[in-house]
């Protein structure tokens, strides 16, 4: 593996981190996971959001100040579009 780029490795902890958190995600949907563990979906799709666009920013080989900034706008976008999803899902289930 070429080591002068971060972009693959990056883009592999990426795919790796959505991947854990949509199966943790659907194990204490179904209850394979004790309820101790309490996985709050917003926060989760704000990381995730942070964490693409952070990514994405790195890979164009932006400075660190709009890295930054892609962070900033990464949790806002994946919190409010979490937040959102979760409301029409309720939503949807109060109607059937």
Known sequence: MDTSSPGPLLALTLVATVVAAMVSA???????????????LIPTGAGLGSLSLTTYGVLRRYDHDRVARNALLGTLIGGLSTAAGVTLLVIANALT
């Open 26 to 40: 659907l194990a204490t949907r179904v209850q394979l996971l004790p309820d101790v563990i309490d996985l709050s």
